[in-house]
């Protein structure tokens, strides 16, 4: 199974990478990719004409990591690389018949319940987006529940939450998900029978974000809690903060 990652330059690409060493890779990134042994890289914009057709050629998976990840970016920063970086990448992945596809979707597609007060969040429930951003991942799973029904491809979208090495805050914690729970995770996502689906991403012990249909589905079982962790509790920042009204 030859993999392309794509982000490969980002955070996420950067606690994930070292989970999938083991499998032939292409890295691609619109600046350059991280060097790994055994692994081809390939600089360029996902949306600039006939490159997603170039480095999807020869792949049998994707795990699409690429997007601007900010929460708080405007409508003029996430066009391009969320939304026209998806068109591109599931029209190159038709147009290859590429089988498998993991699309880095994140909670933020379902902030406004967790604003809302509608926990813990079950996967099976509607979007609702808390942000532009959120907005644009939301789009990114219905496109990709559209590219597996037109083409028969399995198309898995993970919710991911915040991923970081360790939890840092008390209003983060609920959504943290440390590196060996993201490297399992995609991995089971590229080797899953189960078809297509959508999925949370997070870590144990979360009492916000449920995780059944990953278990069932997936067989994902996190092994690391937030809760073994020291945070600071003092520290107010939130994943979805309610929206401040006019």
């Not at 144990?204 to 690391?224: M, V």
Request: aromatic share 4%; hydrophobic share 40%.
């Amino acid at each position: 199974m030859t993999v392309l990652v794509t982000g490969a330059a980002g955070n996420v690409a950067g606690m994930l990478l070292p989970y999938l060493a083991d499998l032939p890779l292409r890295l691609t990134d619109r600046v350059a990719p991280p060097e790994m042994p055994g692994a081809e890289t390939v600089r360029g914009e996902l949306t600039a004409p006939g490159f997603a057709a170039a480095v999807l050629d020869g792949v049998s998976a994707v795990v699409h990591l690429a997007a601007v990840p900010h929460p708080g970016t405007c409508w003029d920063g996430l066009v391009e690389p969320n939304l026209a970086g998806i068109g591109a990448l599931l029209t190159a992945a038709a147009e290859h018949r590429t089988p498998k596809l993991v699309l880095a979707s994140s909670v933020h597609a379902m902030g406004g319940h967790l604003s809302a007060g509608r926990v813990p969040i079950r996967e099976t429930w509607s979007p609702a987006p808390c942000c532009p951003y959120g907005a644009t991942k939301a789009f990114a799973e219905a496109a990709g529940r559209a590219h597996a029904h037109r083409t028969g491809a399995s198309v898995v979208s993970l919710r991911l939450g915040a991923v970081q090495p360790e939890p840092f805050t008390a209003g983060l914690r609920p959504a943290w998900l440390g590196p060996d729970d993201l490297g399992q995770l995609v991995r089971r996502a590229l080797t899953t029978e189960a078809g297509s689906g959508v999925y949370h991403g997070v870590s144990a012990g979360s009492a916000s974000w449920s995780t059944d249909r990953a278990t069932a589905e997936l067989g994902y079982r996190p092994t690391l809690d937030a809760a073994r962790y020291p945070v600071d509790d003092d520290d107010a920042t939130s994943l979805c903060p309610p929206a401040t009204r006019r």
